[in-house]
C-alpha cells in the first residue's frame, strides 16, 4: 500500500502563487509515477501534470503548461506542484496520485490517491 498525503491548498487571489505538496509513505517504489489531478464543482477529475520518480521525466496537461511546475525530492518522499499566477478557473480541489510506469493522464491509471486539498482562487 502507498499512503499519499497533500497539503499547501488554500484561498488565494487572482495572480498568487501557492505550492502544493504529496508527501509519500508506505510501500513507495523507485518505478512510481505520480500525478496532480484536480476536480472542481460539478466537474470530472482532469489530469494536470506526472512525473517519473526515477528519472524526474514530466507531462504537462495544457491548461498547466507554464504557469504549473511539478517537482520531487525523492530523499523526502515528497512530490510538489508550484503554481503561478492563479486563476479562477483553477479553483478546484487537488489530488496526488500514483502509478506504475509510464506516465499516464487518466483517471482509471492510478492506484492510489491522496484525499485532496482545496485550493480556491478568487477574482
Known amino acids: 500500500q502507498v499512503q499519499l498525503v497533500e497539503s499547501g491548498g488554500g484561498l488565494v487571489q487572482a495572480g498568487d502563487s501557492l505550492r502544493l505538496s504529496c508527501a509519500a509513505s508506505?510501500?513507495?517504489?523507485?518505478?512510481?509515477?505520480m500525478g496532480w489531478f484536480r476536480q472542481a464543482p460539478g466537474k470530472e477529475r482532469e489530469f494536470v501534470v506526472a512525473?517519473?520518480?526515477?528519472?524526474?521525466?514530466?507531462y504537462y496537461a495544457d491548461s498547466a503548461k507554464g504557469r504549473f511546475t511539478i517537482s520531487r525530492d525523492n530523499a523526502k518522499n515528497t512530490v510538489f506542484l508550484q503554481m503561478n499566477s492563479l486563476k479562477p478557473e483553477d479553483t478546484a480541489v487537488y489530488y496526488c496520485?500514483?502509478?506504475?510506469?509510464?506516465?499516464?493522464?487518466?483517471?482509471?491509471?492510478?492506484?492510489?490517491w491522496g484525499q485532496g486539498t482545496q485550493v480556491t482562487v478568487s477574482s
Open positions: 508506505g510501500r513507495t517504489f523507485s518505478s512510481a509515477v
Open positions: 496520485a500514483a502509478k506504475p510506469r509510464p506516465i499516464g493522464t487518466q483517471v482509471h491509471e492510478y492506484r492510489y
Open positions: 512525473i517519473s520518480w526515477s528519472s524526474g521525466s514530466t
